[in-house]
């Protein structure tokens, strides 16, 4: 199993950025997949980024390409966000997951583990 912990988020204005910090601890090796998703109320968590934990093949939601960067740090075993650019639309819980088999893709229930999330606001 491995525990996945986030930090990093923040209130920031329109156009501001930030990173987020994924903290995993566990049988990291045993993951294939890690990734953000982000959630606001009464909506579904949806994906936002994810990373091939092997191959380092990123995939993006089409709403933060050109503006979100995800990343891996191996030694440290931290995976991160970095959010640029950020609009009132990216406020939200962002949760760090990981999955330990199948094909990456941006889908909640395709992840194994979670964190306990980090809040995003994004203000005008």
């Known amino acids: 199993q491995v525990h996945l912990v986030e930090s990093g988020g923040d209130s920031v204005q329109s156009g501001g950025s930030l990173t987020l910090s994924c903290a995993a601890s566990?049988?990291?090796?045993?993951?294939?997949?890690m990734g953000w998703f982000r959630q606001v109320p009464a909506k579904e968590r949806e994906g936002v980024a994810l990373?091939?934990?092997?191959?380092?093949?990123?995939l993006y939601v089409d709403s933060v390409k050109g503006r979100f960067t995800i990343s891996q740090d191996n030694a440290k075993n931290t995976l991160y966000l970095q959010m640029n650019s950020l609009k009132p639309e990216d406020s939200g819980m962002y949760y760090c997951?990981?999955?330990?088999?199948?094909?990456?893709?941006?889908?909640?229930?395709?992840?194994?583990?979670w964190g306990q999330g980090t809040q995003v606001t994004v203000s005008t």
């Open positions: 990373i091939h934990t092997r191959l380092g093949i990123p």
């Open positions: 997951a990981a999955s330990y088999a199948g094909t990456c893709r941006l889908d909640p229930h395709a992840m194994n583990a």
């Open positions: 566990g049988y990291t090796d045993t993951t294939n997949c």
